[in-house]
């Protein structure tokens, strides 16, 4: 009986140790399955208005073209580094708008054309205007609309660290525009080729327009078999003398001289009618406008900040320029 029972006992320690036995690779699986702790991956921090530039709405840039702006990695540590204490605009209210230059620039050995960022910062109390000015070659006429009608208008910018908004001793306030790339298919041809030709429109009441004092009229004379593109300044050409010109070069047809001719005195009178306007509307301007506003529109500062040079960015140090456009005409500073 006792051996009887020692051999039940001695099975029953076999099954046991052959339980623990058949269990013990399940628990090295387990030891296997578990997935070492992996480094933390850590990644630079956003700088608070690292993203200003790109909040920013490129006015008058051709709608193909906007993905290409981004291509390269465009810093504008100089922008954010003009709002900090001692920068150009630190402490001041603002006004920043967006707009594109197509330049020649060289980048890791290639030529390339390429459409450069550039951010106009405007010092001033107030919206330096409501309106946006469109004008190309094509059109004959140029064209001030509200903002609105564009869907574009200033907006306050908020930083990337909303809890720094009170910290910003500057107010900031960009050019935004809400009209939705997606939409675009749903416009006429005309109303999307408005949004490219688009220009911020700026009005100094205390120094005469470029225009009030021009001489010169675009031409874009309808001829067959294709219009007559060309300048006429009535202080500088003779008009006989002019259309017999464009005859010898065969840019207009000899029938067509005393036509072209009535053309372009029309054109001039035109023209000379609107600088009358504009310089006895600024002259009401001035009359009706208050004391302060004159000061303000006194000390408004236009400051032009392009890209910094970075190793992932194309040098544009040598196509920098201090014109903004033919409303703002030129910067008192490029950065």
Excluded at 114 to 123: F, L, Q, S, T
Excluded at 148 to 166: A, G, N, T
Aim: with cysteine.
């Amino acid at each position: 009986m006792r051996r009887a029972s020692k051999r039940k006992a001695t099975k029953k320690g076999e099954a046991k140790s052959s339980e623990e036995h058949q269990r013990a690779p399940s628990r090295a699986k387990r030891v296997k399955a578990s997935k070492p702790k992996s480094e933390p991956e850590f990644f630079p921090d956003q700088r608070n208005l690292e993203d200003l530039w790109k909040a920013v709405f490129p006015v008058g840039t051709e709608w193909d073209q906007l993905d290409s702006v981004y291509e390269y990695k465009w810093e504008f540590s100089n922008l954010e580094k003009a709002f900090e204490e001692g920068g150009e605009l630190y402490g001041k209210k603002v006004y920043l708008f967006g707009c594109t230059e197509p330049q020649l620039v060289f980048f890791k050995g290639e030529a390339k054309v390429i459409c450069i960022p550039v951010v106009v910062a405007v010092v001033s109390p107030f919206p330096p205007s409501d309106k946006i000015g469109i004008n190309s070659v094509q059109r004959e006429a140029e064209e001030i609309v509200p903002m609105k009608q564009m869907k574009m208008d200033w907006v306050p910018y908020i930083p990337l660290e909303d809890s720094r908004v009170d910290k910003l001793k500057s107010q900031i306030f960009m050019l935004s525009c809400t009209q939705r790339r997606a939409a675009l298919k749903h416009l006429k041809i005309d109303r999307v080729k408005k949004y490219e030709y688009c220009l911020p429109y700026f009005y100094q009441p205390l120094k005469e327009d470029e225009l009030e004092q021009s001489t010169i009229v675009q031409i874009i004379f309808p001829a067959e078999p294709k219009p007559v593109f060309c300048e006429f300044d009535w202080e500088l050409d003779e008009l006989e003398e002019f259309t017999n010109d464009l005859i010898k070069e065969e840019e207009l047809s000899g029938d067509q001289k005393e036509a072209f001719k009535d053309y372009v005195k029309e054109k001039v009178r035109e023209a000379k009618k609107a600088n009358r306007e504009a310089r006895e509307a600024r002259k009401k301007v001035l009359e009706e406008m208050s004391e302060e506003t004159k000061a303000a529109f006194g000390s408004m500062k236009f400051y032009k900040f392009y890209p910094v040079k970075t190793p992932d960015s194309p040098d544009i140090s040598n196509v920098k320029a201090p014109f903004i456009n033919r409303y703002y005409g030129k910067a008192h500073m490029v950065l």
